[in-house]
């Protein structure tokens, strides 16, 4: 799988992180794991086409003293379809700008 981690977080960094998430991205029924939800203009052309398997998200998986970001783009209505894959450079930007956000406004030391 490509991901991209950040590891080594302290409990009160856990605790930002978490609440950034809770705040922008929607919570999974799994815990730990929510969504990040694409804008429909970055999608990728098979994915526009696909508009029943919309909405498309990124995974990110929170653990104790780890959190995962995944570079898969996933239709949350279908496991399996054409339009599921890894993320085009503009949806890697989008995810890592997310990234970037969230150590920055969280105060993380990654």
């Known amino acids: 799988m490509r991901q991209y981690v950040v590891d080594e977080l302290r409990p009160e960094e ?3 992180i ?3 998430l809770d705040t922008y991205c929607e919570l999974s ?3 730990g794991l929510y969504w990040i939800r694409l804008p429909d203009d970055i999608l990728s052309p098979i994915q ?3 508009r029943d398997c919309r909405p498309y998200c990124a ?3 929170l653990g104790d003293k780890w959190v995962k970001f995944e570079m898969l783009i996933r239709s949350r209505k279908k496991i399996r ?3 599921v894959g890894f993320a085009t450079p503009q ?3 989008f995810l890592f700008s997310f990234i970037d956000a969230l150590i920055s406004e969280t105060g993380i030391m990654a």
Do not use: G, I, P, S
């Open 48 to 50: 526009c086409e696909h």
């Open 14 to 16: 856990r605790e930002r």
């Open 91 to 93: 949806q890697r930007n």
């Open 18 to 20: 978490k609440e950034y």
């Open 81 to 83: 379809c054409k339009c």
């Open 59 to 61: 995974a990110v998986e």
């Open 29 to 31: 029924d799994v815990k």
